[in-house]
Every structure is written in C-alpha cells, then in structure tokens.
C-alpha cells in the first residue's frame, strides 16, 4: 500500500483533496469545518488518538478509493451474481454510507446559510426525497429482484426470468426519477457553484453531492445498460 497522508497536511485541505477522509475525521470527532486549518498530527493529539492507526486507515481508505477508480472489468461478459455483488458491494454500500452523512450536512448548510442563500431549502427538499426514494430502491433490488436473478442464474427458469422483467420495468422508472432530481438539484445549485463566503462544510456539501452524481451515474449505467439489457434479450 503507498502511502499518500503522513499528518502533516491541515485538516481542511486534507479533506479537500480526499472528501472521503471526511466520514473518518467524523467518526473521531475530529472538526473540519471550522477547525480545518489545524495541522492533522496536532488534532490527533489534542483528542489523543493514535497517529499510526489513524493514519494507516486514512490511507487505506483512500488506496481503496483509488482502487475503485482503477477497477476496469468488462461487466458485460461477467456472471450475473459477479455483476449484482459488484453493484452492492461498490455503489449500494456507497450510498448507505453517504445518504445519511449528506443529509446531515444538506441540513446543517440550510440552518446556517439559509437565510441569505434560499435556494438551500429547496435543495433539503429535493435531496430529503432523493434519499428517501434511493432508500427504498435498494431494498427492493436486495431483497427481491436481485436474489430473483441470481435464482434465474442458476436454474434458467423463464418463470423467473418473467418475473424479473415485470421488476425492471419499474425500477427503471425510480432510475429515471432519480435521475431527475439529481438534475434538479444540479439545476438549484447552479452545478454546484459555490457562493464567495461558502465555508468548508457547504463546500464539502457540494463535493460530495457532484461526487453521488458521478456515483449514481455510473450504478444505472451497470443496472440498466449491462444487467438489465442482458435479462432483456435473454428473454426476446
């Protein structure tokens, strides 16, 4: 593993070269925001936290990252329960772990910038339905329609294969409506331009918006252009 951060960066421009550090930097309740010009190592310290452990899973985290970035599988001729654990593993863990983190941070942008910037409400109300609806979505693609494939996968069974395709109807519809509130909220952030006097967390906000943007892209592509088209002309 290469290691990129040695605690001598300040914690702000940490996060702003590796938004993903953020969730870790929360989980230790360590400030970026308004504590993000201190140097990394004097933070640590001050919450007497442990550097090396710290620092190496800061940099697993982000070789992770880099990995996944690197990742170039043909997933049209991979296995349907490859392609599925792939799509869980990478984009359905990526967003339960981001949804949540995100919506506390689209509210805590409104109740301090709301006033002079209004178009931050209609951001909380379009990310809160977002969230709420790509929520749903995932447990309908865990619970039923993917271990519904993976059953076609193993017996061939055009029962099956019917009752996927009456599924993916539908959630290329939620992939659609989710794809439009994401231009939405494209469209009230004025693609994610941030004001002069934004501080570190709304600009992190808008990061990690245009980074589930970038995200949700490519996890329809997978469902709906790979998965979904091979079940299609499978059963033509």
């Keep these: 593993m290469?290691?990129?951060?040695?605690?001598?960066?300040?914690?702000?421009?940490?996060?702003?070269?590796?938004?993903?550090?953020?969730?870790?930097?929360?989980?230790?309740?360590?400030?970026?925001c308004c504590g993000g010009d201190r140097v990394l190592s004097a933070a640590l310290e001050q919450k007497s936290i442990d550097a090396g452990q710290f620092l190496q899973a800061l940099n697993q985290l982000y070789n992770e990252s880099l990995k996944r970035a690197q990742r170039d599988t043909d997933w049209r001729h991979a296995a349907y329960s490859e392609l599925i654990d792939h799509v869980i593993a990478t984009h359905h863990a990526y967003l339960n772990e981001e949804l949540p983190l995100l919506g506390h941070f689209v509210t805590k942008i409104l109740r301090v910038h709301g006033t002079e910037h209004p178009e931050l409400s209609s951001l909380h109300t379009l990310f809160s339905k977002l969230r709420s609806e790509l929520e749903q979505h995932l447990i309908a693609e865990e619970e039923v329609v993917f271990p519904l494939i993976k059953q076609y996968e193993q017996s061939g069974a055009q029962e099956l294969l019917q009752q996927v395709r009456s599924a993916i109807?539908?959630?290329?519809?939620?992939?659609?409506?989710?794809?439009?509130?994401?231009?939405?909220?494209?469209?009230?952030?004025?693609?994610?331009?941030?004001?002069?006097?934004?501080?570190?967390?709304?600009t992190l906000t808008f990061q990690k918006l245009e980074e589930l943007e970038s995200d949700m892209f490519q996890h329809v592509h997978l469902e709906n252009n790979i998965m979904f088209a091979r079940l299609l002309a499978a059963e033509a």
């Design 2 to 32: 290469v290691k990129v951060f040695d605690g001598n960066e300040k914690v702000g421009e940490l996060v702003a070269a590796f938004p993903g550090a953020s969730n870790l930097l929360k989980s230790y309740k360590i400030d970026f």
């Design 169 to 202: 109807d539908e959630l290329e519809d939620e992939h659609e409506q989710a794809g439009q509130l994401l231009k939405e909220i494209r469209d009230v952030t004025n693609d994610f331009t941030l004001p002069a006097e934004a501080c570190r967390t709304y």
